[in-house]
């Protein structure tokens, strides 16, 4: 199949598991998403001088090209699929064009999912990750990105590196972000501008997401900035920005995260494209203008 075969039938899937929820949602995710092996080519690790490394048993790549060219030397990149599925071929290569694009070296990990295992778990990995990449870097020299559930991861990775008074990112930006996982219509006009999201989004549904939001906060509550970072302090972050599809049905959530960002006085940009689907700037290279607000950042 080509890039964009797989890509698709990726989507699908996602989309089929997350319209189910309870015991059909694990089922479906335990049926499709294993076993598979890493998406990651011999020929993309080859352009991207890709080495491999193992923490705690999950594996995590770090990728360059180049030497770096602005003020950002290295990236953490938490790649989405739904806290249910490793990375895919789309990530990998989004990957690389950070690498090319900055020159900076991009720490990639294959953090643990759902159900198996939960977001304290990929909290820990991400963390260590970034001890590890301050010993060789200052923070200022680092940004944090990701796309999906892995924006999600990035935001909660953020908030305890603040709690902890570590050298924080110079950026975050954040692809369609998990952000706020527990999120639901306030209104009767958000709950009809979610139920017309669900009817476009042909890549995710949220009926799936309380079913992974209890998967995801293992021992802690489901309203713990940890496992849900819209429940947190958003203030006091790196600069986040933030993008989203109008066709995407997690546009809702994502928007009261931006919304309760700013009411906190956090430093944040939303831009949202009408009539596109979930994780665009990621999936698609003819989102120039977004990626170059990315890159820019980082330079």
């Not at 694009?101 to 991009?106: D, K």
């Not at 909660?156 to 709690?163: D, G, K, L």
């Not at 713990?224 to 958003?234: A, E, F, I, S």
Request: net charge negative; aromatic share 10%.
């Amino acid at each position: 199949m080509t890039q964009e075969e797989i890509v698709k039938k990726r989507q699908e899937l996602v989309h089929h598991m997350f319209s189910s929820t309870g015991d059909e949602f694990v089922r479906l995710v335990l049926e499709n998403c294993r076993g598979g092996g890493s998406a990651l080519t011999e020929e993309m690790r080859q352009r991207m001088n890709g080495e491999e490394f193992d923490y705690k048993g999950f594996p995590w790549y770090k990728f360059h090209v180049g030497e770096p060219k602005g003020k950002t030397r290295k990236i953490l990149y938490f790649h989405g699929g739904g806290w249910v599925m490793n990375s895919g071929v789309a990530q990998f290569a989004f990957a690389e064009y950070l690498a090319r694009e900055t020159g900076a070296e991009i720490w990639f990990p294959e953090y643990p999912i759902v159900p198996e295992h939960n977001g304290e778990e990929a909290l820990e990995m991400g963390m260590a990750l970034y001890r590890q990449m301050l010993k060789e870097c200052p923070g200022d020299a680092i940004a944090m990105g990701g796309d999906s559930a892995g924006g999600g991861l990035a935001v909660s990775v953020a908030m305890q590196i603040r709690e902890e008074g570590l050298g924080q990112p110079n950026n975050l930006f954040l692809i369609s972000p998990g952000c706020n996982v527990g999120g639901s219509p306030r209104n009767a006009e958000e709950k009809a501008y979610e139920d017309m999201l669900l009817e476009r989004d042909a890549i995710v549904s949220t009926k799936g997401f309380p079913t992974v939001l209890d998967l995801w906060k293992g021992s802690t509550d489901k309203d713990d900035w940890r496992v849900n970072p819209m429940k947190g302090q958003l203030k006091g972050l790196p600069p986040m920005l933030v993008f989203a599809g109008g066709h995407e049905a997690m546009e809702m959530g994502i928007r009261q995260f931006v919304e309760e960002a700013i009411r906190q006085d956090a430093d944040v940009v939303y831009y949202v494209r009408n009539g596109v689907a979930h994780a665009y700037v990621m999936f698609y290279e003819w989102a120039k203008e977004e990626r170059k607000l990315i890159i820019d950042r980082l330079l």
